[in-house]
């Protein structure tokens, strides 16, 4: 029954301070990773993977996955439920002032600040995903190898080739799955 209470809690917190949408919300889990140890940020660099890769919005599908692994289905709901809780009560005021004040120049200062605390939270994760998914720290370089190497030339080409194509998400995604299959077999 703690568990439950401690997803809930702490998802509640993720759903009310992550904004900016799925992706800001990967710093909050990175946190709960060292705090609770209910997963490794190796761990969460596939649950970052599986989320992008199912329908729905990353945050959402990020707590559900979350929510299974440390407390099965019903954690699944439960951290499911806390993360859209303060969206959906902050979303409900917002909506019966937001028309009023809109023009205010508080509110269109409050906004001017938080692009960039935002576009920050997330530039900090993009950051910390290459970290992770290139295995590019100081270990894995003086232990240079090909499939090092390789590792950062497919991220270079993935994250270059898409200005040259024009693909759906989704046809990154599945070459990205096949290199990482072919290069583990």
């Known amino acids: ?48 993977a599986v989320s992008e890769s199912t329908p729905g919005p990353v945050g959402i599908n990020m707590a559900t ?26 979303i409900a005021i917002v909506a019966k002032f937001m028309e009023k004040f809109k023009d205010h120049k508080l509110v269109k200062s409050a906004f001017l600040g938080i692009r960039p605390a935002v576009a920050a939270l997330i530039g900090y994760t993009v950051l910390e995903l290459i970290k992770i998914s290139i295995s590019f720290n100081l270990k894995a370089f003086l232990q240079f190898s090909y499939l090092n190497l390789f590792i950062i030339l497919v991220f270079l080409g993935l994250m270059y080739l898409p200005k040259l194509k ?20």
């Open 1 to 48: 029954m703690i568990i439950y209470l401690r997803l809930a809690y702490e998802f509640f917190k993720i759903g009310l301070f992550a904004i900016g949408g799925g992706m800001a919300t990967i710093p909050f889990l990175m946190d709960l990773s060292h705090k609770y140890n209910w997963y490794s940020v190796s761990e969460l660099s596939n649950m970052i």
């Open 65 to 90: 996955y979350v929510g299974y692994q440390v407390g099965g289905i019903p954690g699944g709901i439960i951290a499911t439920l806390a993360e859209v809780a303060p969206a959906i009560i902050i």
């Open 166 to 185: 024009k693909l759906h998400p989704v046809a990154w995604i599945a070459m990205g799955a096949v290199i990482g299959i072919v290069l583990k077999l």
